[in-house]
């Protein structure tokens, strides 16, 4: 009942999809690890937004999202939560001055990715 994808979609489509979704995954993750090692850059950016206090706060959310993307009987519920999520990045990138660019590739790796998998989400 469950899937991280839905039947009937082709291999290559499947297979694509898989990739787009993966790549962000591994990078919002790997993100979230740093968040617990002081001193490194995503540190020096989390204080100039005024929120370095919670760094492992957000770590946790950030590994929890990628996990709730990927379990199939929550990978709804994790892909609005991921896209949710990449919204945050995006007003941080423009709050810090930077053009937001990886907020747009990594949200849509995300969307492409899962509504190839899962093209029932478009509606």
Not at 30 to 54: C, R, W
Not at 83 to 106: K, N, Q, R
């Amino acid at each position: 009942m469950f899937a991280i994808h839905e039947k009937g979609i082709g291999r290559t489509r499947r297979l694509l999809g898989y990739i787009l979704s993966l790549l962000p995954s591994l990078g919002v993750l790997a993100s979230g690890v740093t968040k617990f090692f002081p001193n490194t850059e995503i540190h020096l950016l989390l204080q100039a937004l005024g929120m370095d206090d919670y760094a492992i706060p957000i770590g946790l959310i950030e590994m929890a999202i990628v996990v709730l993307y990927w379990v199939p009987r929550t990978s709804n519920f994790g892909f609005f939560l991921f896209c949710s999520y990449i919204g945050g990045i995006f007003v941080a990138e423009l709050m810090l001055g930077d053009v937001p660019l990886p907020a747009l590739t990594i949200g849509a790796m995300i969307y492409l990715g899962t509504l190839l998998r899962k093209p029932s989400l478009i509606g």
